[in-house]
């Protein structure tokens, strides 16, 4: 029944548990980092067991989720496996679809970030203007076929062709999804990825005449800014500065939870 617990007694090992707690800590990096919508957008992991997928329990904001335990386990079909059986996420499909496409990936992301959600409104490409824009290759591509919730596999798996080897894809009208072969690769190219949406716009905004680089140089520097030594130090530096921004009491960052009712 919805609304109880499922999986009680289910082993589920310290390893996946910190793996679990880091990817609550993305999730708040993440808020942080202006991927928050009330309580829309989801982190997930692939379960390294191979039983499914671990993703955010709904209900909560990015900025809410604190450690394993809000989480939920669901199988490749959706099933909930363990964790709260209230209600899941209708977008489950996204972190399926992608699992499946991409063998590479174990970490992935679905936000509404304020300024990728805008570029998703256009078909501009995202282009290599700064350091946050150069670490991708190439321009992110964009899922066309529609702006709705993608709730079904069949539309999810579309999206994920859509997305290719890409890191990101762009959601018309909707949101953004990325992934990473790490949590801290996800996280900060969930980061990067705001910061390049926000620098376009800016510059585009301005007025003023603009370039960036292309080619064998946008190579060149997509592979120096996806150094993956460089992964593990930007997730200690926004792990310090969530820890500085709930000292100063952030509204989008409590210290604990909100009470039960």
């Not at 936000?111 to 321009?139: D, I, Q």
């Not at 301005?206 to 292309?214: A, I």
């Amino acid at each position: 029944m919805d609304g109880e617990f499922r999986g009680e007694g289910m082993a589920i090992s310290d390893e996946i548990k910190a793996d679990l707690d880091k990817l609550a800590l993305a999730s708040r990096i993440l808020e942080m980092e202006g991927h928050g919508d009330f309580t829309l957008g989801h982190l997930a992991m692939r379960d390294p067991e191979g039983r499914g997928v671990w993703i955010k329990r709904w209900g909560l904001t990015l900025g809410e989720v604190f450690d394993w335990t809000d989480h939920q386990l669901i199988d490749f079909n959706g099933k909930l496996l363990y964790g709260d059986g209230k209600k899941r996420h209708s977008e489950w499909p996204i972190h399926v679809a992608v699992y499946k496409a991409r063998p590479d990936v174990m970490a992935t992301a679905h936000t509404h970030p304020e300024y990728g959600t805008v570029w998703s409104c256009t078909s501009e490409p995202l282009r290599g203007l700064s350091n946050a824009g150069s670490s991708f290759a190439k321009p992110p591509p964009r899922f066309e076929e529609t702006s709705e919730l993608v709730r079904t596999l069949e539309v999810a798996e579309r999206m994920a062709a859509a997305m290719g080897d890409s890191p990101v894809v762009f959601l018309r009208n909707h949101g953004v999804t990325f992934c990473g072969a790490s949590i801290e690769e996800m996280t900060v190219i969930g980061a990067k990825l705001e910061q390049a949406c926000r620098q376009q716009l800016q510059i585009a905004a301005s007025g003023l005449p603009f370039d960036w680089p292309e080619g064998e140089e946008l190579a060149r520097k997509a592979k120096t800014m996806n150094e993956g030594r460089n992964n593990g130090l930007m997730f200690d530096y926004f792990t310090n500065r969530l820890k500085a921004a709930q000292e100063q009491g952030h509204p989008d960052l409590p210290k604990e939870r909100r009470a039960a009712g």
